[in-house]
């Protein structure tokens, strides 16, 4: 069974920086894809940035020049380094992958989302 958790959300003053991570465990046979989400309320859920399946990194436009998305392979981890924070990102923070899992016989690729993690911005 694949999960993703994320960690790091929190309260920040405008202006300020925040670290998100979303870590996947489980029976992964490989990572294909890493995106971060997020929904504020009353809004749809939008793409904010991650890793493509050829491995690049793309950003929405709201947040090119202050959020820079890495990850850590090793560990299968990725990290939004949110700076620049401004009332607008306020949301609920969800990463997504695609992952091929094993199961018991087989592997299967399925799309994967975390719990979620709450980002405020205010002062």
């Known amino acids: 069974q694949v999960q993703l958790v994320e960690s790091g959300g929190g309260l920040v003053q405008p202006g300020g920086s925040l670290k998100l991570s979303c870590a996947a465990s489980?029976?992964?046979?490989?990572?294909?894809?890493m995106d971060w989400y997020r929904q504020a309320p009353g809004n749809v859920r939008e793409l904010v940035g991650g890793f493509g399946y050829d491995g690049t990194r793309h950003y929405a436009d709201s947040v090119k020049g202050r959020f820079t998305i890495s990850r850590d392979n090793a560990k299968n981890t990725m990290y939004p380094q949110m700076n620049s924070l401004k009332p607008e990102d306020t949301a609920v923070y969800y990463c997504?992958?695609?992952?091929?899992?094993?199961?018991?016989?087989?592997?299967?690729?399925?799309?994967?989302w975390g719990q979620g993690t709450q980002v405020t911005v205010s002062s």
């Open positions: 489980g029976s992964i046979f490989r990572i294909h894809a």
């Open positions: 997504n992958a695609t992952i091929t899992a094993y199961k018991r016989t087989y592997l299967e690729t399925d799309a994967y």
